[in-house]
Structure formats: C-alpha cells, structure tokens
C-alpha cells in the first residue's frame, strides 16, 4: 500500500529563516509527486508535480526536490504569508489516478 | 477560467440522515475524484469517476457513493450518517487522457451531530 510520510509535524520559522520540509514515500512505482499548499478550512492549492529522481521546480520562494525514497519543498526567506499546511502525495502508475496524501506540515512564519 | 466549484460550502446533518454534495470540474476536465479530510489529517481518497462510471474506490464503506454526469459534474452521497463522517470534504478533477495534476474545489465543510 502506498505511504507518504511528512516532518516535521509543525514548524515555526522566523520571516527570512529558511528551511525545508520532507516527505519520504513508499509506492509501486512512481507516476507523479505532488506538493499542495492548504490554507485552514480551504481546498489544496496545487504547487508542483515532480516525475522522476533528479527533477526541481521553483516557484517564488518555494523550491521542490526529488530522489527515489523522498522529496524536500525549501523555503528560501519566507514571509508571514507563506504561513500554511504543506502536503505532499504520491501517484503510483497505470489505472486510474487515486492520490495518497501524508498528514502534512503546517508551518508558521512570525514576523 | 472558471475552476473547481463545490457546493455547498458548509452543511449540518443529525445522525442518520442522508446528505448530497455537488462539484463541478475546472473546464477541459473529464475525471473527477472525492476526498474526506478530517481535522489535522491529510486528504482520503474516495473514489474517483471517469466516464460516468466509478473507477476506483478507496477504504470507504456502501454508504459513501457517486454519481457523474454527462456534463462531468458530480454528487457524493452519503447515507446513514455517523458522527465520524464530519469532515472537509474536497472535490478534484483532472484530465484522464493527459494524467495531468488534480485541482481541488474549495471543499464542503459537514458537520454531523
């Protein structure tokens, strides 16, 4: 069964601080990566997919990395408007498109 | 572009009763999936439809089940509601042919008491 393991739970970053966020999975074969940002009580808001070993995206301050066991999202200087939960899933290949989501990272950026 | 819409935004139910949520896909999509999420927990797949028909099916008993429409559009039913099943829950839709990413709706937030 697949499995998408995220850390930390919580985090709590002063604005400029940079970090990242993990996400370790477990799945037969890999057809995509998904990050999504949630803000409370609001739909995932897609920000990248990631294919294969090797593959980075950027978009702002958020940069997306992937090997074969684990993917980081670096938040390069963040803003208090970067606060939100972060969740990471996996797509295996063939069939139909079921996504596993891990439990997600919230994080907290303080002015 | 008008993207996922689900409505309604917000529903309480008591237990036992029956409750219908609707979604519409972003345009140019064809699939269409459902997820409960509960409170500090990550979204759970559902099922999914594609071609109006249920293609695949998450951990969820008879009482959850769908329908999709020719429009693409579609409902989750869920009878014989139970306290547990009060969650945000999120339409996605996507493109079948071009497995592109899901785009999820703003979700359906029940509370059941």
């Known amino acids: 069964e697949d499995q998408v393991t995220q850390s930390p739970e919580a985090l709590r970053l002063q604005e400029g601080e940079s970090s990242s966020l993990n996400c370790s999975y477990t799945?037969?074969?890999?057809?995509?990566l998904f990050w999504y940002r949630q803000d409370p009580g609001k739909g995932p808001e897609f920000l990248f997919t990631l294919y294969s070993a090797g593959e980075e995206k950027e978009k702002e301050r958020l940069k997306a990395t992937l090997t074969k066991k684990e993917s980081f999202l670096h938040i390069t200087a963040p803003k208090p408007e970067d606060s939100a939960t972060y969740l990471c899933a996996v797509q295996a290949p063939g069939g139909y498109q079921k996504v596993t989501f891990g439990i997600g990272t919230k994080l907290q950026v303080i002015p | 572009d008008a993207g996922v819409t689900q409505s309604p935004t917000h529903l309480i139910k008591t237990r036992g009763q029956q409750v219908t949520l609707r979604c519409s896909p972003k345009?140019?999509?064809?699939?269409v999936s459902w997820y409960q999420q509960a409170l500090g927990q990550g979204p759970q797949f559902i099922f999914q439809y594609y071609e109006e028909e249920e293609r695949q099916r998450g951990n969820f008993p008879d009482r959850f089940s769908g329908h999709q429409f020719p429009n693409y559009s579609s409902e989750l039913n869920v009878n014989a509601l139970l306290l547990g099943d009060s969650a945000l829950y999120l339409c996605a839709s996507s493109k079948r042919q071009t497995q592109e990413t899901q785009y999820f709706g703003p979700g359906t937030r029940l509370l059941v008491l």
């Open positions: 799945v037969s074969g890999l057809r995509g």
């Open positions: 345009s140019g999509h064809d699939t």
